[in-house]
């Protein structure tokens, strides 16, 4: 008897590899995480309040200090673009430094555009963080960040075993609660509030591994 011809399998599309950004798609990337991160920063200058890392740092020194925040944040990340070429190579270090600066011009863009006489504190604090994680996502997608301590983190998990989590954690720790020296307590206590709603938005929505999008 004559065999049955056996059907051919359907031939199924590699999902494992996702096309890389464009370069427009990067710049537009870039653009939007910066502008939603400097918008959730402005909401928490304008709460009296700070958050973590450099950014955390640099609203802390522009209550002490008169000096505009975008000066201190683009300062105070100087030191971590070498740390970022050491570690992460050309590419990203030089997405990071863009995306810095855009964050420090931006930053200085929003009060003349916006003028709030009110702001409620809690509102001011929540959504910002809130918005500064979502603008961090974009950020990320685009092989770029807002620099900072993580990157010392990680060179200190690789010298010394610490890891880089908790060494994160007491950065953004220390930040915050030096805060207390400058603005009330209220405003500290609801600074640690808005950390942890920025860590659970990085946390439900960017794992390595979940998104192909490159």
Same mark, same amino acid.
């Given at each position: 008897?004559?065999?049955?011809?056996?059907?051919?399998?359907?031939?199924?599309?590699?999902?494992?590899?996702?096309?890389?950004?464009?370069?427009?798609?990067?710049?537009?990337?870039?653009?939007?995480?910066?502008?939603?991160?400097?918008? #959730? /920063?402005?909401? %928490?200058?304008?709460?009296?309040?700070?958050? !973590? *890392?450099?950014?955390? $740092? @640099? +609203? =802390? &020194?522009?209550?002490?200090?008169?000096?505009?925040?975008?000066?201190?944040?683009?300062?105070?990340?100087v030191p971590f673009f070498a740390l970022a070429l050491w570690k992460k190579g050309?590419?990203?270090?030089?997405?990071?430094?863009?995306?810095?600066?855009?964050?420090?011009?931006?930053?200085?863009?929003?009060?003349?555009?916006?003028?709030?006489?009110?702001?409620?504190?809690?509102?001011?604090?929540?959504?910002?963080?809130?918005?500064?994680?979502? #603008? /961090?996502?974009? %950020?990320?997608?685009?092989?770029?960040?807002? !620099? *900072?301590?993580?990157? $010392? @983190? +990680? =060179? &200190?998990?690789?010298?010394?075993?610490?890891?880089?989590?908790?060494?994160?954690?007491?950065?953004?720790?220390?930040?915050?609660?030096?805060?207390?020296?400058?603005?009330?307590?209220?405003?500290?206590?609801?600074?640690?509030?808005?950390?942890?709603?920025?860590?659970?938005?990085?946390?439900?929505?960017?794992?390595?591994?979940?998104?192909?999008?490159?």
């Amino acid at each position: 008897m004559p065999k049955t011809p056996v059907a051919a399998e359907p031939r199924t599309l590699n999902t494992d590899v996702a096309p890389r950004h464009s370069a427009v798609e990067d710049v537009l990337g870039i653009l939007t995480g910066t502008l939603l991160a400097s918008f #959730g /920063l402005f909401l %928490l200058k304008a709460s009296a309040a700070v958050t !973590g *890392g450099t950014a955390g $740092l @640099a +609203l =802390l &020194l522009s209550y002490a200090v008169p000096v505009p925040f975008g000066v201190f944040f683009f300062a105070i990340n100087v030191p971590f673009f070498a740390l970022a070429l050491w570690k992460k190579g050309w590419n990203f270090t030089l997405r990071t430094v863009v995306a810095v600066a855009l964050v420090s011009a931006f930053s200085s863009l929003h009060p003349y555009a916006l003028g709030i006489e009110h702001l409620n504190p809690v509102y001011g604090v929540l959504f910002g963080n809130l918005v500064i994680g979502v #603008g /961090l996502i974009v %950020l990320f997608r685009h092989k770029a960040s807002l !620099g *900072g301590f993580n990157i $010392l @983190a +990680l =060179l &200190l998990q690789e010298r010394l075993g610490w890891r880089a989590g908790y060494v994160q954690m007491v950065f953004d720790v220390t930040v915050v609660v030096a805060a207390i020296t400058v603005v009330s307590p209220v405003n500290v206590a609801l600074s640690a509030a808005g950390a942890i709603v920025l860590n659970l938005v990085l946390a439900l929505n960017h794992r390595p591994g979940r998104y192909l999008g490159t």
